[in-house]
Nanobody
Framework: QVQLVESGGGLVQAGGSLRLSCAAS????????MGWYRRVPGKQRELVAA???????GYADSVKDRFTISRDNAKNTVYLQMNSLKPEDTAVYYC?????????WGQGTQVTVSS
């Protein structure tokens, strides 16, 4: 069983940056592809960035060239560096495996970008 705890969200002005962290406990992290997801009220949760166990990353078009996903397998942690934030990036951000496991969803971390 894996438990995921997200942190690092907050309130930031447009153009600013935040770094999210996701700490994983339990076994299997280092062999799992991971992803950062976000959800806006009234919309479905979407995958914004994914990273393979090899470290290869992929991004949604909406965040490409602004967000960077990384992982530290020794620390069982995955990161999301978010630069040039826009008001439309406002959401609750979650990490999970990719594809996601329904039992792994944590509380998420709120990111609010003011204009």
């Amino acid at each position: 069983q894996v438990q995921l705890v997200e942190s690092g969200g907050g309130l930031v002005q447009a153009g600013g940056s935040l770094r999210l962290s996701c700490a994983a406990s339990g076994s299997g992290f280092s062999i799992s592809d991971m992803g950062w997801y976000r959800r806006v009220p009234g919309k479905q949760r979407e995958l914004v960035a994914a990273i393979a166990r090899s470290g290869t990353g992929g991004y949604a078009d909406s965040v490409k060239d602004r967000f960077t996903i990384s992982r530290d397998n020794a620390k069982n942690t995955v990161y999301l560096q978010m630069n040039s934030l826009k008001p439309e990036d406002t959401a609750v951000y979650y990490c999970n495996t990719n594809p996601p496991q329904s039992t792994y969803w944590g509380q998420g971390t709120q990111v609010t970008v003011s204009s």
